[in-house]
């Protein structure tokens, strides 16, 4: 089965630090990859996504990811984190099914950022 | 553009009722996925809809079901509600079912007392 670890619940960084949350998946093959962020009571906005191609990932708010397929890793990076970036970081992983459908959505526990000022 | 929409916001309910959410999604998309998010935990994945038929299903009891309507907008219904059913539920909708991205909605919280 299919399954997402994310091994951090809780990180603080000062702000204008470097930041790296780190994802691990299990999957029998590459599956499609995503990062989402929550702010408190809020739903879900997607920061960046993997499907093919190359492996380091741009997404919004100068956040990238870089998908490393011997380590089944898809870890979240950000040069320099503003306070704005404090919130929930989840990562996700959808199957490639036979026939090409997706499958859905299987998330980690996700990441909690806070940042000092 | 509107974005995915869902109603309500909050929802306070007792043991045994029953609960109907709705959720509406993103302009141009046709498939619709609920997921329900516990206190501190990720999105679980309940089912998802397309073309009116439910297509993938996770591991939640027959209490929970769903419906699409033909404008795409869909419904999650809960019957003889727990109090581990308290969550914050979660609409996604995206377009196809090959390479999609879900976009999520504000949610839903259920309170069970």
């Known amino acids: 089965a299919q399954s997402v670890t994310q091994p951090d619940i809780h990180i603080t960084v000062s702000e204008g630090a470097s930041l790296e949350l780190r994802c691990n998946y299990s999957?029998?093959?590459?599956?499609?990859l995503f990062w989402y962020v929550q702010s408190p009571g809020q739903g879900l906005q997607l920061l960046l996504k993997?499907?093919?191609?190359?492996?380091l990932v741009q997404g919004i708010k100068g956040f990238e990811a870089e998908f490393k397929r011997s380590q089944s890793s898809f870890n979240l990076r950000k040069p320099s984190v503003h306070w704005s970036d404090a919130a929930e970081y989840f990562c996700?992983?959808?199957?490639?099914?036979?026939?090409?459908?997706?499958?859905?959505?299987?998330f980690g526990k996700g990441t909690k950022l806070s940042v000092k000022p | 553009d509107a974005g995915v929409t869902q109603s309500p916001t909050h929802l306070i309910k007792t043991r045994g009722q029953q609960v109907t959410l709705r959720c509406s999604p993103k302009?141009?998309?046709?498939?619709v996925s609920w997921y329900q998010q516990a206190l501190g935990q990720g999105p679980q994945f309940i089912f998802q809809?397309?073309?009116?038929?439910?297509?993938q299903r996770g591991n939640f009891p027959d209490r929970f079901s769903g419906h699409q309507f033909p404008n795409y907008s869909s419904e999650l219904n809960v019957n003889a509600l727990l109090l581990g059913d308290s969550a914050l539920y979660l609409c996604?909708?995206?377009?196809?079912?090959?390479?999609?991205?879900?976009?999520f909605g504000p949610g839903t919280r259920l309170t069970v007392l």
């Open positions: 996604a909708s995206s377009k196809g079912l090959v390479k999609t991205t879900q976009y």
């Open positions: 999957y029998g093959a590459t599956p499609y």
């Open positions: 993997y499907f093919s191609g190359d492996t």
């Open positions: 996700a992983v959808a199957s490639r099914n036979y026939g090409g459908s997706q499958g859905n959505l299987i």
């Open positions: 302009s141009g998309h046709d498939t």
């Open positions: 809809y397309y073309e009116e038929e439910e297509r």
